[in-house]
């Protein structure tokens, strides 16, 4: 597996890179989930630093974001279920575990922070890595790591809405959660507004 120095060498020497490949876990594809680097022209990048627009997040359908038959291409998944967990809307989708040791049973969360952007994302573990989606050029910051309950790999890759709102698509229990969060990024991509 490549270190994330060598990743970010290859990111500089190459115009676009692979989200799952940035995310430093699984092996690296292509596909349309990808991001250019920070600094880098992105053919479909919106100006993020025009004036801010209000983003009524309080009001989204998170749970809207992500269809069955959509999520249902990589998993027997039930949901969707929307909580809240301190404080933040969550809508989530898990492949029901067959037994206390299943460790292949993704879960995948979808997580609205109304009062934090992608500067704010917490390191997981392996560090956190900025790039931007290649089909509309939305900011992301991901980061991997393992899940100190579960012992199991877990991803994060946080989408911009806005400087101060951001939607995290977070998975885990599976072994490589890096590649199941960029085919939801690719999904959710598209339907997030833009502050």
Known sequence: ????????????????????????????????????????????????????????????????LLDKNEISRYGK????????LKGNRVCSWKVPVGSVNDTEAPQVDLVLLGDKGTGDVVDLGDGVTSGRTEATGRTVAKTSG??????????????????????????GRTADPCELAGRIVEIVDSKLPWG
Do not use: W, Y
Not at 77 to 84: V, Y
């Open 77 to 84: 998944f039930e949901g969707p279920e929307e909580r809240s």
């Open 1 to 64: 597996m490549e270190t994330l120095a060598s990743l970010q060498m290859k990111a500089a020497i190459s115009v676009t890179f692979s989200v799952i490949a940035l995310a430093g876990c699984g092996h690296a594809e292509t596909g349309s989930a990808t991001a250019t680097p920070e600094g880098a022209s992105s053919p479909h990048s919106i100006e993020e630093n025009s004036a801010e627009k209000d983003v009524p997040v309080d009001s989204m359908d998170i749970c809207a």
């Open 146 to 171: 393992v899940n100190p309950v579960m012992g199991t790999p877990e991803c994060l890759i946080a989408m911009r809405i806005s400087e101060r709102s951001r939607i995290d698509v977070l998975v």
